[in-house]
Every structure is written in structure tokens, then in C-alpha cells.
């Protein structure tokens, strides 16, 4: 299988895109397939534009009958439940010092502990068929592509899969495409 980790943004969109002119015979990047399912996580704090995003997204995958699921993460709540108590998954904090310059404090953890790893587990139990502590198939053992929309000056956040299951691909990376590649496809 091949699925895509959708986060609504630019990149991810940009990928979802191009699967679904795959699926009209439109082949201009071939290191994008057409993906056997689109999945976004639901942190469950997202501004209103991130859901329009979303359901622009979910309508172009389902008018080209690629699976697009939306998955709830219950991160913020994890969060400000957890924080000072136990382990949290570190989150960027955006700022903006006294004299308005823009900045980011923080590691970027969350992607892994609530949009990746949901993901293994949802195509593992519900899209394989797995039951809890069911051994794995050897058919199964890097078979499938879990496709992740970093761009090319993110490729230092590109990493192996820790999951026997999936191999991760970064098109974006594969492509040379940065951000304003992508801006520009979407535009």
C-alpha cells in the first residue's frame, strides 16, 4: 500500500494533488503514485482555515476515489492533561518578541506520536486486518509506503521507518521541491 500523511498543509496538499491527476492518466511526477489511501490527523485544535483544507482536500481525493480518512488525535488534550506530570510529545511554540520578530521555541516531536505512529496503527488493524498481538506476515515486512510531505529544506526531518511494516518517502525531497514549489503547484 501506499498512503499518504496528510497534514493539510502546503506540501501535503500539493501531494494529494498530483495523486489524483495520477488517476486521470496526468503522470508528470512519477515519484508520487496514486495513494491507496489519504490520511490526516485530527490534533484537534486546528484553526478554521486548516478544516476548510481539509474538506478541499477530501473532496479532490474522493472525486478521484482515493480513500481520504481523518483520524482524531487527541494531542492538545494529552498536553494540558499531562504537562508537568508526565512525558508530553514536544510541540513548537510559535512567538513574537517585544519588537515583533517572529520565532519558534521547541522540538517538533508531535508528528511522530500522533500523526505517524496513529497512522501504522490504523493501517496495520483496520486497512490490513490485523488483530492485537497477531504476528506479522512475512508479505506484510516493508511492503508498504508511508509517504510524508517534507519539502526539500525540511529533508534534515526526514527520517527511516521504525515500523517493520513501512518504508517512509519524502516525493517533496525526491523532487527538489521547496515550499514555494509547492505554492506554486497548488496555486
Known sequence: MKILSCGAGMQSTSLALISCEQTKGIVRY???PRYDAVIYCDLG???PWVIQQVR???QACESCDISFVILKSNLYRDYMDNFGRRRVA???FWTIDPDGKKGRIGRRACTIDYKILMIQKYVRYQLLGYRPH??????????????????????????PSHHPFFVNR???VEMGWERKDTYQYNR
Open 134 to 159: 497477531q504476528r506479522s506476515r512475512p508479505v506484510d515486512i516493508g511492503a508498504h509506503e508511508l509517504h510524508i510531505g517534507f519539502s526539500n529544506e525540511e529533508s534534515h526531518r526526514s527520517f
Open 56 to 58: 478541499f482536500i477530501q
Open 170 to 172: 519524502f516525493p517533496l
Open 30 to 32: 512519477p515519484q508520487v
Open 45 to 47: 485544535i486546528e484553526p
Open 90 to 92: 514536544g510541540m513548537p
